[in-house]
């Protein structure tokens, strides 16, 4: 059995000298005692999969709103497969495995319902109220909105996931909590990197899978050329939708490849051996090549003409619009509209803040469920 001074002490032994050490980590707002068996990292992983905000991502939409079909993506799905990634490539770099994990599961709690499309309405509602962005918005969850422990709101993270959550944006004006303008560690900036691969991959993926994507004008990039070829030449026999799945995990596994290795380079090259100096550099230490970053951008842009430029996503957009417009609208004309606990909130906070908190808040069955009850007269 190992305590946790003997797991910190491990910690200390194989972790990479560039790594956050448990033992250093700097802390939380509210002193509690340290628990017996668990890391503080393992303990926030724990907290965040408990939290209601966590369980929630369940029901909001990756790309495609949740009813769309029940094999696309979801928020929960994709921070999963965030996870999966982030864990590899900080395994591979000597980097703290759990401190990276526990980001990973934080990195969407702020999310909207209906997905980019939903935070762009949002932001364009709360714009004289200080708009709206998710990474804000999961500080917001994890210090404030999460209510389940009698001495203190939030979950009382450590400051490095609260500092990963915000990643490169400073703390809002409004935020009681104060948070340091230091440069995120080396393992928020695996999550980010790997929070690109897996959306790139994976909406290219659920694009195949619905029809959105035109699979004879993929032959326009080269990464999806070259990994369709071992694709086929691996499995000669298999359908061409396998072929295409494949394809698109040989897509990720190269690409993670690539960023530990040119990442690799990189903290040799620039002798990075202190987390403090990780954290001085502009430099992009967490880093694809040039020629993986080039395939990577080439792929961005084919999904942004291809697939979210589609008219069914226009379509998924504009209804969210509307949806969340005449929510927002009704509950800050009329706030008795709101569920007692947003009321009493808002007798503490502005009400369009705490209305877009309780949108935000919001799963895309939940909105639409709320949308029914609200505007159509024939439903309890």
């Known amino acids: 059995?190992?305590?946790?001074?003997?797991?910190?002490?491990?910690?200390?032994?194989?972790?990479?000298?560039?790594?956050?050490?448990?033992?250093?980590?700097?802390?939380?707002?509210?002193?509690?005692?340290?628990?017996?068996?668990?890391?503080?990292?393992?303990?926030?992983?724990?907290?965040?999969?408990?939290?209601?905000?966590?369980?929630?991502?369940?029901?909001?939409?990756?790309?495609?709103?949740?009813?769309?079909?029940d094999h696309n993506r979801?928020?929960?799905?994709?921070?999963?497969?965030?996870?999966?990634?982030?864990?590899?490539?900080?395994?591979?770099?000597?980097?703290?495995?759990?401190?990276?994990?526990?980001?990973?599961y934080a990195h969407d709690l702020g999310h909207t319902p209906f997905g980019h499309a939903g935070e762009k309405a949002l932001n364009k509602l709360m714009k004289g109220s200080g708009g709206f962005e998710h990474n804000k918005q999961g500080l917001r969850v994890v210090d404030l909105l999460e209510y389940i422990y009698?001495?203190?709101?939030?979950?009382n993270l450590t400051f490095e996931i609260r500092e990963a959550i915000l990643k490169n944006n400073p703390?809002?004006?409004?935020?009681?909590?104060?948070?340091?303008?230091?440069?995120?560690?080396?393992?928020?900036?695996?999550?980010?990197?790997?929070?690109?691969?897996?959306?790139?991959?994976?909406?290219?993926?659920?694009?195949?899978?619905?029809?959105?994507?035109?699979v004879h004008k993929l032959t326009e990039l080269a990464i999806w050329e070259?990994?369709?070829?071992?694709?086929?030449?691996?499995y000669p026999k298999a359908s061409n939708r396998k072929i295409s799945?494949?394809?698109?995990?040989?897509?990720?596994?190269?690409?993670?490849?690539?960023?530990?290795?040119t990442s690799l380079h990189n903290l040799k090259e620039n002798k990075i051996t202190t987390r403090q100096k990780a954290q001085e550099?502009?430099?992009?230490?967490?880093?694809?090549?040039?020629?993986?970053?080039?395939?990577n951008q080439r792929l961005k842009r084919f999904l942004h003409q291809h697939m979210y430029q589609h008219y069914r996503m226009i379509r998924m957009s504009y209804k969210a619009d509307n949806f969340l417009s005449a929510l927002f609208e009704a509950f800050t004309d009329k706030p008795r509209l709101l569920p007692p606990s947003f009321q009493w909130q808002a007798e503490k906070e502005p009400l369009e803040r705490v209305v877009s908190d309780y949108l935000a808040g919001m799963t895309d069955r939940y909105a639409l469920d709320e949308y029914i009850k609200i505007f159509n007269p024939y439903e309890r």
């Open 150 to 155: 009698p001495d203190f709101r939030g979950l």
């Open 74 to 104: 979801t928020r929960l799905t994709h921070t999963i497969e965030v996870a999966q990634i982030a864990r590899t490539i900080s395994r591979a770099l000597g980097l703290n495995e759990d401190l990276t994990e526990a980001i990973a």
């Open 226 to 234: 070259e990994n369709l070829a071992t694709a086929r030449q691996r």
């Open 245 to 261: 799945r494949i394809t698109v995990k040989l897509i990720i596994g190269q690409q993670v490849a690539d960023i530990i290795r």
């Open 1 to 69: 059995m190992f305590l946790r001074n003997e797991l910190e002490e491990r910690e200390n032994e194989y972790l990479a000298g560039y790594a956050v050490k448990s033992s250093d980590s700097r802390g939380r707002v509210h002193q509690e005692a340290e628990h017996p068996y668990r890391l503080c990292f393992q303990r926030d992983r724990d907290r965040i999969i408990h939290s209601t905000a966590f369980r929630r991502l369940e029901y909001k939409t990756q790309v495609f709103v949740n009813h769309e079909g």
């Open 281 to 295: 550099l502009d430099f992009p230490l967490i880093a694809m090549s040039e020629k993986m970053e080039e395939n």
């Open 171 to 214: 703390p809002y004006a409004d935020h009681p909590l104060e948070l340091s303008k230091e440069r995120p560690t080396l393992e928020a900036r695996v999550v980010d990197i790997a929070d690109e691969i897996a959306y790139n991959s994976h909406d290219l993926d659920d694009g195949i899978n619905n029809g959105l994507l035109p």
